[in-house]
């Protein structure tokens, strides 16, 4: 038995075992061992989800060595990148070939594989989520055999492997859409909170990517905005808030401080209702929150299983340190995006049934049928998934 826990330490397992995987052979090796053993099989990225996605008695596959860019196309704008990649290793070399990715969340630990699986995201309201920029996939299946998809090859099993859940098989290899490198001015200042959701349109819309954060108590919120720029970097880099440098060198932030999160996307109309809502909601029960309230915008988009799906989006997220019980709070909070129509992001803290996110997401019913065709002896499920798992019709 071995020990496993992610990022914030909220989330423990105790796996079978922990194989290492730098390369295909050695995947599909683990997965057919584990098949012959009638053991489970998980992938670990980084380790950075909130929730169970990750935790398994069987065989827990860890590719942090399994890393590298293995070409980009610039022409096509496409990268082939191997799953364990971690986002902050895709910037230089991607750069030197004179690409970048299209957006990036608020921290480039991740690895992409990892990333791509729970449909990490940041802001702009012209940018999708990273599932969004995947164009193609090497899965390894429950067999053990390899298949690659596409939008015209096996094109369900694409949908499905956009934004997987780590549900469907090991990715190996994924196409990622890449577009020239590009630089991005940093902005940060202090608004009251009233005014910013008076203007959030206008806001939103002014650069590719602006957000505010805003603390339980102050009437104030800190936007941020980035806008793209011709001007030369400026080194060294400057703080957060003034950095004025290539995209992955100021898309990235330092958030050390253990906290655990929960997220929901909400139809963009809906963003400063809810938030208003929340608003009032902590000041009232959760007067002594210590962590700031995110706020972030999504473009529409085709994923399956993305929050954004089919639907302009405002992202919000709620933090709470590992030392503070986060229970209460949460249930709070999602009592509050439910009556906005909002939808869990899927790697941070939810408490949705099956039946309930099968209401939420129009595909998720598809994606649980095509899992199900891809992998009938459900070698890549866990409890977690288990029971997200909608009713039978
Ligand atoms: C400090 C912090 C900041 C964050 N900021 C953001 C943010 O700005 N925006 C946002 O959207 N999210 C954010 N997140 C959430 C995070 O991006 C997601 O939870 C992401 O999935 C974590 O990636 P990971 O590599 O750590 O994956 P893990 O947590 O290790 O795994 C996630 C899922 O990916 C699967 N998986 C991993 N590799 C493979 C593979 N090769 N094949 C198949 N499945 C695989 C796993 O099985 C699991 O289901 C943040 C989290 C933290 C802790």
Redesign the pocket.
């Known amino acids: 038995m071995a020990e496993w826990s992610?990022?914030?330490g909220r989330v423990r397992a105790e796996p079978g075992a922990i194989v290492p995987a730098d390369r295909e052979t050695t995947v599909i090796r683990a997965v057919r061992e584990a098949a012959k053993a009638g053991q489970r099989v998980?992938?670990?990225?980084?380790?950075?989800?909130?929730?169970p996605?990750?935790p398994t008695e069987g065989v827990l596959l860890d590719?942090a060595d399994f890393t590298g860019i293995v070409g980009v196309d610039r022409e096509s704008g496409v990268a082939r990148i191997r799953?364990?990649t971690r986002i902050a290793d895709l910037g230089p070399p991607l750069r030197a070939e004179g690409a970048a990715l299209l957006n990036q969340?608020?921290?480039d630990?991740?690895?992409?594989?990892?990333?791509?699986?729970?449909?990490?995201?940041?802001t702009g309201t012209t940018l999708r989520?990273l599932s969004s920029g995947l164009i193609g996939a090497r899965?390894v299946l429950s067999d053990g055999s390899v298949a690659e998809c596409a939008a015209d090859r096996e094109p369900e099993l694409f949908e499905a492997a956009r934004l997987?859940?780590?549900?469907?098989?090991?990715?190996?290899e994924l196409s990622l859409a890449v577009r020239p490198a590009y630089r991005l001015q940093e902005k940060i200042w202090l608004e009251q909170v009233d005014a910013v959701l008076e203007r959030i349109d206008s806001l939103t819309g002014a650069t590719r990517h602006f957000e505010f954060f805003w603390m339980p108590g102050s009437d104030r919120a800190a936007c941020k905005s980035l806008a793209e720029t011709d001007a030369d970097p400026v080194y060294p880099l400057a703080e957060e808030g003034k950095r004025l440098a290539w995209s992955d060198e100021v898309l990235a932030n330092h958030?050390p401080d253990k906290?655990s999160?929960m997220?929901y996307s909400v139809p963009r109309e809906e963003g400063p209702a809810c938030f208003r809502a929340l608003r009032e909601m902590l000041h009232r029960d959760f007067p002594d929150l210590a962590w700031p309230l995110e706020y972030r915008t999504l473009a529409a988009d085709e994923t399956w299983l993305s929050t954004a799906y089919q639907r302009e989006t405002v992202?919000l997220s709620v933090h709470q340190g590992i030392d503070q019980p986060d229970g209460p709070l949460f249930r709070a909070c999602e009592t509050i995006f439910r009556a906005h129509a909002g939808r869990p992001?899927?790697?941070?803290v939810h408490f949705c049934t099956g039946d309930e996110l099968a209401r939420l997401h129009p595909r998720w019913k598809d994606w649980w049928r095509v899992r199900d065709t891809w992998d009938p002896d459900r070698r890549f499920l866990n409890p977690h998934l288990e029971r997200l798992r909608p009713a039978p019709a």
């Not at 998980?42 to 929730?51: I, K, M």
């Not at 992001?345 to 941070?348: E, F, L, S, Y």
Request: net charge positive.
């Open positions: 992610n990022w914030s998980r992938v670990v990225g980084a380790a950075h989800s909130h929730s996605l990750v590719l799953p364990g969340g608020d921290i630990r991740q690895a992409i594989a990892g990333a791509i699986a729970t449909g990490t995201h940041g989520n899965i997987n859940l780590g549900g469907l098989g090991v990715l190996t958030r906290h999160e997220e992202t992001h899927w790697g941070k």
